[in-house]
């Protein structure tokens, strides 16, 4: 028992307990309820928000970023698998990679390959842009398409 002690990433589950404390934090105050209603009143669909979110999490780690729309969006409201929160999964899954600082990967990969930010977002950062806009047209069209 020792021995697997040893080999857990203490550093890594005191961060993530963090940023649910966080968050629990926001949601106590009364901080993420008013986001929400100001997202809604203020870009109207849930297909901005999400893209909004997708965009955020490019900023913000991903992981974060759903604990808090899990807290934000009443389940009452929109229900587990709910269009809202696929399409918030596929976007702040996907829109972390716009810039490099937007995942835990992308931080790993700047030390591990030696990129740099500026390289990243010359070279890496349009395409993935391409690419993020390319997936959310897709995941729209097929909602109108298939739960019209």
């Known amino acids: ?3 697997a002690l040893r080999k857990i990433d203490t550093p890594s589950i ?4 963090g940023i649910l404390l966080a968050v ?11 986001l929400a ?3 809604s009143q203020n870009l109207h669909s849930i297909n901005n928000i999400a893209i909004s979110f997708g965009l955020l999490s490019s900023i913000i780690d991903n992981v974060p970023l759903l604990a808090a729309s899990q807290n934000m969006f009443s389940l009452a409201q929109y229900p587990i698998d709910n269009y809202l929160w696929e399409f918030l999964a596929y976007a ?5 990679s716009v810039l490099v600082i937007g995942s835990a990967a992308g931080v790993a ?5 030696n990129i740099t930010f500026a390289w990243y977002l010359r070279k890496i950062t349009p395409l993935a842009l391409l690419g993020y806009f390319a997936g959310a047209f897709v ?10």
Do not use: K
């Not at 005191?14 to 307990?17: A, D, H, Q, R, T």
């Not at 702040?92 to 972390?96: D, R």
């Not at 990969?109 to 390959?113: H, P």
């Not at 995941?139 to 739960?147: A, K, T």
């Open 92 to 96: 702040t899954g996907t829109g972390g």
């Open 24 to 34: 629990d934090a926001l949601q106590t105050a009364g901080i993420l309820a008013s």
């Open 109 to 113: 990969a700047m030390g591990l390959e």
């Open 14 to 17: 005191l961060f993530f307990l």
């Open 1 to 3: 028992m020792p021995q």
């Open 139 to 148: 995941f729209i069209i097929q909602q109108f398409i298939f739960n019209s």
């Open 37 to 39: 209603a100001w997202l």
